[in-house]
């Protein structure tokens, strides 16, 4: 696999390859802000985006540099957090600005708590983010300032304007989302093939190795655990301020930094088509499933049936789909591109 | 509704319009954001089961508010407010909603401004925010009943009766015991505001949700030995808190629950550790209410009955849904007697939950009496003055020891206030007036 980066890394892009991302580009800006209802934008594509988001920047941690994280909740909380603050205690700061002081916020965070991996690796490390995980919450349920002492220790969304704009309709928080997830992930795109990005691989695939062939890899872990914790920090505050409106600590916790975890497992490591693979399979197929149980069953059982046994068919799709292609989503969307490249020609 | 549904709908329509029968009949919708699944089940199905069987009595013994035929379709929350949100987004374009009644504070949270910019009334019985209270600010949110603060002077008068005034309150020490959420946290300020103003000692303890493991917390209890504890617990948090107040020896006659730690679902579990436990209640448990029997009859006699487990009927999470259906439906009827029998928008059946006076007379008109006490809900109190009673486990039923009290609303009425008016000056609310009220949006 390694390998194969490398190469890829070493040859010159492949503009063809782009066809695809480009028109994605064009419905995201063109189709769907004029035609998508607002139960799409607002109940499934906004989490979608912010999950995506988030998976982009586990994926640099987990996928590439091979640092397995369970605090990537902890890391949104802080960027929802911080962006509300900010935005709260300075008069008159662009929204901009608050997302950027909000993914500087999460980064400081991420690397204190990436300061474990210069010691330990793989499972152990997982434990040792975990910390990140319980401390956070902890934090910001107990010091009342974080949420301006409001009682329920909920925050509300701020009004988004952008130069003016008012960005509070389904449409503009969504093209504030989009538009947020393609600059970021570009920017991702552009340092994975970059010598960093090879830098993070060759971490990840032998550190032993790196070390002797003079890679940093201290700074290359911590950069690592900066640049991800930024990206998921600038995703908690998609997750607050456009999605939700509305968030309290226990919010994010645990499960949703498993979550994330496994879209990128389920998507493909390594692999940004895979965040947001995997992140379409963990947000919309349930809702699918569980829109076609309420259709075809809705009469017969309560939604508590229903629900229980969306994840039950959930549970097995997924572990179909890793039998069929232990690489995640974005291999099985490669082979089978290859199988209908090979019948056409 | 799926796409698939309004697809089904327009097919039928169309049929109706090719028959030349067009007839279409009024309906009232009840978008419900159940939770039937995960910790809090006990609390959903019985609540919402509740509220389904009186809905369905209107339809079947009266066929629906004059005439007007109430309907409803459920979309699965299990509490958490990333689904509630789904369930808003995906409910919301029916057509005649009357009201949401999510009963999660979280949910409800993130639905305030939803709801506003859509002009649909939003209840939080017995739950909510607070300051929500205030209908000067939050014209379409109603924390109908009981709002947590009037709860926490219920619990704090019925205890100093216990003690024999509010003067012997005085050096008496309270532990708080609430559940780690947007809803246990509630309280916090208004404990605080009334140990200061009694002279009580307070200590305020967090169970993280869902609760099912206390044993630090009541060794903590043990060592402060508090005369009462306060039980804000939510789900699984009820009975683990009992069982584990057994095991560190405080008596259960001792703990007073809160509005949702008292039902059976809450005591059962906890088998003898809960004998003498007391907790609040706006409406009684029991069976013996004539409207409670008409569900029985009328109901499940058709065999269409929510609850699957029969003997829950007149549980304490059933009558509060039965309650809450009879205000929701009282409210539908009052906006009917301005607006006409026809569906009406949400913003006219605001309008009737504003004018929402159910006296004791009417109270027992709806076959209610002694289920709850009365309600009076105006355009500035989206309260309604709910008077609280109290009601302690013996082992096998809920038995009431103590008279309807009324909380404290002189008290909490200012700090409402000031709570709602910062938020107000926060978000650029311009605070309503009576005509404000009475401007009323019809189509």
Partial sequence: ?345 | MTFFSHLRKAAIATAFVLGATAVHADEQYFPLQSYRVGPYAAGGTGFFGGFIDYLNLINIRDGGVNGVKLTWSEGETQYEVEKGVEVYERLKSNPGIAAWNPLSVGIAYAMIDRITDDRVPLITINHGRTDTTDGRVFPYVFPLLLNPYSETSGIVNYIASKEGGLDKLKGKKIVVLYHGSPYGKETIPIYELLSQKYGFELSQIEVPHPGNEQQAQWLTIRREHPDYVVLRGWGVMNPVALKTAQKTGFPADHIIGNVWSNSEEDVIPAGDAAKGYTAITTQASGEQYPVVQEIVKTVYGAGKGNLEDKSRIGSVYHNLGIVNGILNVEAVRIAQAKFGNRTLTGDEVRWGFEHLKLDPARVEALGAKDLFHSINVSWDNHEGDGYVTFQQWDGKKWNVVSDWIAPDWKLLRPIIEKSSEAYAKENGIKIRTAEDADAVVSN
């Fill in chain 1, 1 to 345: 696999m390694a390998v194969q980066a490398l190469d890829a890394a070493r040859l010159p892009i492949h503009w063809q390859k782009l066809a695809l991302p480009a028109a994605l580009i064009a419905v995201a800006y063109g189709l769907i802000p004029a035609y998508a209802s607002s139960y799409l934008v607002e109940a499934i594509l906004l989490p979608f985006l912010a999950l995506s988001l988030a998976a982009v920047g586990l994926n640099l941690l987990t996928g590439y540099c091979g640092q397995l994280s369970l605090g990537s909740s902890a890391f949104m909380a802080v960027g929802a957090f911080a962006a509300y603050n900010f935005n709260l205690r300075v008069e008159g700061l662009p929204l901009a600005a608050t997302m950027i002081l909000a993914g500087i916020s999460a980064a400081g965070i991420g690397v204190v708590f990436g300061l474990p991996s210069l010691r330990l690796r793989g499972f152990y490390l997982a434990v040792s983010t975990l910390a990140a995980q319980f401390f956070v919450q902890w934090a910001l349920t107990k010091f009342g300032w974080f949420s301006n002492d409001n009682p329920s220790g909920v925050i509300s969304a701020p009004h988004l304007t952008v130069a003016g704009f008012s960005l509070d309709s389904a449409s503009g928080r969504y093209l504030l989302s989009v538009t947020t997830v393609i600059g970021l992930t570009a920017v991702v795109w552009r340092l994975v093939n970059s010598a960093t990005g090879r830098n993070f691989i060759a971490v990840r695939d032998n550190e032993t190795a790196a070390r002797v062939i003079g890679v940093p890899v201290l700074r290359t872990k911590l950069l690592a655990f900066a640049i991800s914790s930024f990206i998921i920090g600038v995703a908690g505050v998609l997750w607050a301020f456009t999605y939700l409106r509305t968030v309290e600590p226990a919010g994010f916790n645990l499960d949703r930094s498993f979550q994330i975890l496994f879209i990128i497992i389920i998507g493909g490591l390594a692999s940004i088509r895979g965040a947001f693979l995997g992140a379409a399979f963990i947000v919309v197929f349930p809702l699918f499933l569980s829109r076609l149980g309420a259709f075809v069953f809705g009469g017969l059982f309560d939604s508590g049936v229903l629900d229980m046994s969306q994840r039950i068919v959930l549970g097995a799709l997924i572990i179909i789909f890793l039998i069929a292609e232990p690489n995640g989503l974005s291999a099985l969307f490669d082979r089978l591109r290859r199988r209908i490249g090979s019948r056409s020609s």
